[in-house]
Nanobody, 114 residues
Framework: VQLQASGGGLVQAGGFLRLSCAAS????????VGWYRQAPGKQRELVAS???????NYADSVKGRFTISRDNANNTVYLKMNSLKPEDTAVYYC?????????WGQGTQVTVSS
């Protein structure tokens, strides 16, 4: 499974971005896709995830601002990020899990200026 993340950039506080994670390869056994982020000097943390059945999970810090969704026809998972804050600045990583494996995409930088 290959994951291609895109959509990061520089935005002012209060702005929005949409990240995309496009999956290819043996994706039929993927059951959960998630977005993680890692800020400088901090541990990588889960931001949001979505299962193959559409169940979603969010970190408390992004609830009400971020929305994760999936487009099964295009094998893509999106993370819409609204009302961005400087503390959302981080490298965002796409992650996919099957029963046996965990896959990571390359990171995409999100920078929120105050």
């Amino acid at each position: 499974v290959q994951l291609q993340a895109s959509g990061g950039g520089l935005v002012q506080a209060g702005g929005f971005l949409r990240l995309s994670c496009a999956a290819s390869g043996l994706i039929f056994n993927i059951n959960t896709v998630g977005w993680y982020r890692q800020a400088p000097g901090k541990q990588r943390e889960l931001v949001a995830s979505i299962t193959s059945r559409g169940s979603t999970n969010y970190a408390d810090s992004v609830k009400g601002r971020f929305t994760i969704s999936r487009d099964n026809a295009n094998n893509t998972v999106y993370l819409k990020m609204n009302s961005l804050k400087p503390e959302d600045t981080a490298v965002y990583y796409c992650n996919a899990r099957s029963d046996r494996y965990i896959y990571w995409g390359q990171g995409t930088q999100v920078t929120v200026s105050s």
